[in-house]
């Protein structure tokens, strides 16, 4: 049996997709460094600001509806994440929250206590925990693979210690799609009572999310990589977060989580598109659930809905993804930076065009309406330090959404050969 994705109905839901560039149908492929939104998600955001517009705890209709938006909100980022709704705080950001996190680490650490990064994280997931070393620690980060970009598991192991109090770890590569197999890491950081943290934004559009599963005490991810507003969320485990003594303003109704994470007033209008964005991947589900039964057992609700929109979202990008590598690949010029095919991945697509900047490629698709990333995305150490892609602009990166079709993914190949063959 075959996926039966229904791409018209998903892609008639994006307003911004029926936008021209020089007489061509824009192709959305910038979708890591943030998705398009359909109309129902601009449309809860209108409603709220319209007619729910408040602030929350008064005793009036609107403050009362806030809340019951609020309280919305975090239960439907729970079911996206697997978790309950009192573990879903939001900010600002990915980069916002973790440095809130960070901050309120720093507090119990001491000097010579040890943290662990990456090479290949983007540096939401770097710099807060960078930082930590004004405050004593030492930091410390995982390499890469030059060939496979993959995370080395043998130097992560060499890196931990009784020392390592923190583990930031990256679940999928912004800049090659690599996914890497956080549990093991997770597992093996709680050995030895380290605090760990998975950077899920890259991976949050693609694939499902179960944060008990994989079992870490924070995971980050933001709203606008998968059709919502620009928001951060953060999944804070109870018995982690309880413990720890967060940056917050003096007050008593604010001293439990999830709202010990949070500052200031929060963002309700975008929290509230936030949860019809859930809706939206669960209304795909819903059309799904039948084809991925196995994979969705001892699920209900509307958990379910999004892990069957979540599994139905990962075949169709990946039918699309497997065409789109296949016809680079087949271009001289072209070198591709994704892991071999047996490693797991997102649709993500990276490249490079031999003796040219990346910018310049990216230009020449722009002209012609296809929306591409290049550069290093803030992925700075793995495409600047370990791949030494500086020089020459970076990575070209194609991104892969539900509302993408196998007919733009054509039209782009052919954009590309064509700046090759000039
Ligand atoms: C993998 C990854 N981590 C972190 C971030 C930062 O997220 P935010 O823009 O919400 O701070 C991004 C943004 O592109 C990202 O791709």
Redesign the pocket.
Known sequence: MKLNFDYNSVKAQFPAVNRKVNGNPCIYLDG??GTQVPQRVVDKISEYLLHHNANAHGCYVTSIETEHIMENGREAVADFLGCEKDEVAFGE????NNFKLAFALARDLKPGDEVIITDI??E??RSPWKLLADFGAVIKSVKVDKKTFTLSFDDYKEKLSSKTKVVAI?W???ATGTITDVKKYIDLAHEVGAITIV?A??YAPHKPIDVKAIGTDFL?C?A??FFGP?L?VIYTKKETISKIRTIRVDAYDNTEPPEKFETGTPNFELISGTAEAVEFIADIGKNHADYFKDQLKGLAGRRKNIVAGMLAIDEYEEEMSLVLKNGLEEIPEVTLYCPPSDEPKTSTVSFTVKGKNANDVAKFLADKGIFVWDGD???IEIINNVLKLEDQGGLIRLGLAPYNTMDEIHKTIHAVKEYCSL
Not at 93 to 96: D, E, H, I
């Open positions: 890591p460094g950001s990915t980069t916002g994280d983007h939401g997931n990256n999928a590569s912004n950077d934004v890259h980050v933001s606008y990589k620009h951060g995305f803030y992925a």
